[in-house]
């Protein structure tokens, strides 16, 4: 096996997916890891007994080219489809349908916490949280959310300008299933606590059953950063049903925190890259705070791995 033709995807949201995709299809051998229990980053979807909520990201929106060429084929092989108008499209069956469609075929190691990644000779190897050593490889991507890059970097002695000036906000996500609600597909009221309604039930390829996914402004996002989940329940279901003008009846009612959940400072490029060590990131928080963002940064630096000399050989 020729290393130098190998490269380690560190996070399987949709910068990883779109590198590792172009990357495979240009002969290299990728690697994808991924702390989570399965793939999609903030394009999450959890599931409560009957109930799925898409609780991190909502929509995709095209802009350029290559993102537009990948979301019509999306669309015509069934893994997307248009929701709530305004050029919006969601994954289908849910959020995560894009990323899972784009590692199809690739090797994934999910539960899988990086803590270090080290540089023997020419090589690299990727320390994981249990003290497990993968590798051999020759390049590695590394596609966390900026915070999280940047501490894997400095943790292993390794620096890639720019990386600590990328800032995100923080994001509480209420599910919810209801007995009954009259609700747009969408709402964005951007007024605290409520900065977001989006009815999950309305988008297309979904189970029956009304849901609605409720986002917090970024301001109450970090002001009850730290509050027990209950407190956040309890504060966001009165609001929504202020906001709603209703009285809820949840049948499910959870929140997730999402530390780094929408990007508020960006690099202004595409991606980073040291041809010297092989060594590279890409992330919406490159770019700015949309999914085709971070799709196009991650199909930036696999464009510049492959333009390497060394994967090229």
């Known amino acids: 096996m020729d290393v130098q033709r190998s490269v380690a995807i560190l996070g399987a949201g949709m910068a990883g997916a779109a590198a590792a995709r172009r990357l495979a299809e240009a002969g290299l051998r990728v690697q994808v890891f991924d702390k989570g229990r399965g793939v ?3 394009m999450a979807t959890r599931r409560s007994g009957a109930a799925q909520f898409d609780h991190g990201a ?5 802009h350029g080219h290559a993102f537009a060429i990948r979301l019509e084929d999306w669309v015509r092989r069934g893994v997307a489809a248009p929701w709530a108008g305004s050029g919006r499209h969601v994954g289908q069956p849910s959020m995560t349908a894009p990323v899972r469609d784009l590692l199809a075929g690739l090797a ?10 080290l540089r023997r000779e020419s090589e690299w190897h990727i320390e994981d949280a249990t003290g497990a050593v993968h590798g051999p490889f020759g390049a590695v991507a590394i596609t966390f959310p900026a915070p999280q890059a940047l501490t894997l970097l400095e943790t292993s002695g390794f620096a890639l300008p720019g990386v600590a000036l990328a800032r995100y906000a923080p994001c509480w996500s209420l599910m919810l299933a209801v007995e009954a609600a009259t609700a747009e597909p969408l709402m964005e009221p ?15 390829g979904r189970p029956d059953g009304i849901r609605l996914t409720i986002h917090a402004t970024p301001d109450w996002s970090r002001q009850h950063l730290e509050d027990p989940r209950e407190t956040v329940v309890s504060a966001l279901v009165q609001a929504t049903a202020e906001r709603l003008g209703t009285t809820l ?4 009612a959870e929140a997730h925190r999402w530390r780094y959940a929408q990007v508020e400072v960006a690099l202004g490029v595409p991606s980073l890259y040291d041809p010297a060590l092989r060594l590279g990131a890409a992330g919406d928080w490159c770019i700015g705070a949309r999914i085709e963002a971070a799709h196009d940064s991650g199909l930036h630096l696999a464009e510049a791995i492959l333009a390497d000399r060394g994967a090229a050989a």
Do not use: N
């Open 108 to 117: 994934v190691m999910s539960t899988t916490t990086i803590t270090r990644i």
């Open 249 to 252: 009846r949840p049948t499910v």
């Open 40 to 42: 999609g980053g903030r």
């Open 190 to 204: 951007r007024e605290d606590p409520i900065g977001l309604i989006a009815c999950d039930s309305s988008k297309p």
């Open 58 to 62: 909502q929509f995709m929106r095209a």
